[in-house]
C-alpha cells in the first residue's frame, strides 16, 4: 500500500469512502451489513487505515455501520473522518447535538479527521455567520481532543473556496474536493488545486473515478489508453492520474463490492505516476470526452438581452454538469442556492439571447431540456 505522510502520521493514500457501501435490494438506507463487514475487513487487512463517512451518507446509517465494524479493531490502527452535515441549512444551529451524536453512532471517543461537509454556493453565507458558531465549537472539541485535524470538503466555486479560507484558513488542515482527469477542466479543479497549494492545504479526493463513469470507456478511448499502457485497465489510469499530482495525500474511493476493493488494493501497491506524455494524452482525451457539451465561454451577452435577468452561463456550465454526469446531485443543489424565479424554468423561449450569442448555442432548448432533466 501506498502511504502519504501528513503530520506525523502516515495515510494509506487510496482511503475507504462509505457513501457507496452495499445495499438490500436497491434500497439506499439498508446497508447490506454482512457484505460491508467483509469489504473493511479485506481493506484493513490490507493496509487501508483511512475511513470516510458521513452523517447523511446511507439514510444516516453509514456512521453506524462503519463504526461498529471498526470498533472490532483496536482504536490506533485505523484514522476515521466524518463531517458537520452542512450541506442541510437546518442542521446549522445544531452542531453539538450534531457531534455528540457523531461520536456515538461511530462508538468512537474522537474523530481523526473531522470536516465542514460540502461548502458550496447554497450553503457558504450560512456557514460565514458567527451566530451558528460552527466553527468555534469545532475548534472547542479539537483543543478537547475530540477532533484530531480539521478541514472541509467543497463541491463549491474557487470563489466560495476563497470565502471559506479567507474567513476560517488559518483553522483549516486540508480540503477534499472532487478531483479526476476529466474534472481538470470540467469543474475548474485545476484552479482549485492552485488556490488550495497557495493556502499551504494537502488535498483529499472524492469521486477520482466519477462514480464509475470513468472505469467505462468507450472503446476508442480504451485503446488510446492501451496503447501507451497496455498493462493498465481505465480504473488504473484514473488512479495513475491523482498519484501524479504532489499535494494529494488521500484518494477516497466507494467501494461497494468485494471485487473492487481488491482491484483498487491491487493498483495502490505501486506507485506509477503519469509521464509528461501520458499526461497530454490523457488531458486530451479527456477534452474530447467533453467536446458534445455546451461551448459557453461566459461573456455574458446573453444575460443583458435576458428579459428575465437569468444567469444564463451559470445555468449552461450547471446543465453541462449534470448532462454529462447522467443526473447526480450537484447542479439540483447549486439550484438550491439560486432563487427559483432565476432556474432554468423561467427561461420563456423568446430566444432574444441567442441573437447575440457568438458561440450561437441553442439556449432556450438547453433550458427546456435541462428542466426537463430535472424533473420539472
Known amino acids: 500500500m501506498i502511504y502519504r505522510d501528513f503530520k506525523d502520521i502516515k495515510l494509506s493514500m487510496l482511503g475507504m469512502g462509505n457513501m457507496r457501501l452495499p445495499t438490500i435490494d436497491g434500497d439506499d438506507s439498508k446497508i447490506d451489513k454482512e457484505a460491508a463487514f467483509e469489504i473493511i475487513d479485506y481493506a484493513m487487512k490490507n493496509g487501508i487505515n483511512y475511513y470516510d463517512t458521513a452523517w447523511g451518507y446511507h439514510g444516516e446509517n453509514?456512521?453506524?455501520?462503519?463504526?461498529?465494524?471498526l470498533s472490532r479493531y483496536p482504536r490506533e490502527s485505523f484514522y476515521l473522518a466524518t463531517k458537520f452535515p452542512g450541506y442541510d441549512l437546518s442542521n446549522m444551529p445544531k452542531v453539538k447535538e450534531i457531534f455528540e451524536r457523531q461520536l456515538e453512532k461511530c462508538r468512537v471517543d474522537y474523530f481523526d479527521f473531522y470536516l465542514c461537509h460540502n461548502v458550496c454556493e447554497m450553503n457558504i453565507d450560512a456557514y460565514l455567520d458567527e451566530k451558528y458558531g460552527i466553527i468555534d465549537y469545532l475548534l472547542e472539541q479539537k483543543k478537547a481532543g475530540r477532533i484530531k485535524h480539521l478541514g472541509f470538503s467543497a463541491h463549491g466555486s474557487c470563489e466560495v473556496i476563497k470565502r471559506f479560507l479567507d474567513a476560517y484558513g488559518e483553522h483549516m488542515e486540508f480540503c477534499q474536493i472532487q478531483l479526476n482527469y476529466v474534472d481538470m477542466t470540467f469543474q475548474n479543479a485545476k484552479e482549485k488545486i492552485e488556490l488550495l497549494s497557495s493556502a499551504g492545504l494537502p488535498i483529499w479526493v472524492m469521486e477520482p473515478l466519477r462514480g464509475g463513469k470513468l472505469c467505462r470507456l468507450k472503446a476508442e478511448e480504451k485503446a488510446v489508453l492501451k496503447a501507451l499502457r497496455p498493462e493498465e485497465n481505465a480504473t488504473s489510469w484514473a488512479f495513475r492520474f491523482l498519484q501524479t499530482i504532489p499535494n494529494v495525500k488521500v484518494i477516497l474511493s466507494g467501494m461497494s463490492a468485494l471485487s473492487q476493493i481488491k482491484e483498487n488494493v491491487e493498483i495502490f501497491k505501486t506507485e506509477k505516476p503519469l509521464s509528461d506524455k501520458e499526461m497530454t494524452a490523457l488531458l486530451?482525451?479527456?477534452?474530447?470526452?467533453?467536446?458534445?457539451?455546451?461551448?459557453?465561454?461566459?461573456?455574458?451577452?446573453?444575460?443583458?438581452?435576458?428579459?428575465?435577468?437569468?444567469?444564463?452561463?451559470?445555468?449552461?456550465?450547471?446543465?453541462?454538469?449534470?448532462?454529462?454526469?447522467?443526473?447526480?446531485?450537484?447542479?439540483?443543489?447549486?439550484?438550491?442556492?439560486?432563487?427559483?424565479?432565476?432556474?432554468?424554468?423561467?427561461?420563456?423561449?423568446?430566444?432574444?439571447?441567442?441573437?447575440?450569442?457568438p458561440q450561437q448555442i441553442k439556449i432556450s432548448e438547453a433550458m427546456k431540456d435541462f428542466n426537463s432533466l430535472l424533473g420539472m
Open 62 to 69: 453509514s456512521e453506524l455501520v462503519v463504526g461498529e465494524a
Open 284 to 357: 486530451n482525451m479527456a477534452g474530447d470526452m467533453l467536446k458534445n457539451i455546451l461551448p459557453c465561454t461566459a461573456c455574458r451577452y446573453c444575460v443583458s438581452h435576458c428579459p428575465k435577468g437569468l444567469d444564463i452561463p451559470n445555468l449552461i456550465d450547471l446543465y453541462n454538469e449534470h448532462s454529462f454526469t447522467g443526473g447526480g446531485f450537484i447542479a439540483p443543489m447549486a439550484l438550491m442556492a439560486i432563487p427559483e424565479d432565476k432556474h432554468p424554468s423561467a427561461c420563456i423561449g423568446c430566444r432574444s439571447c441567442e441573437k447575440v450569442c
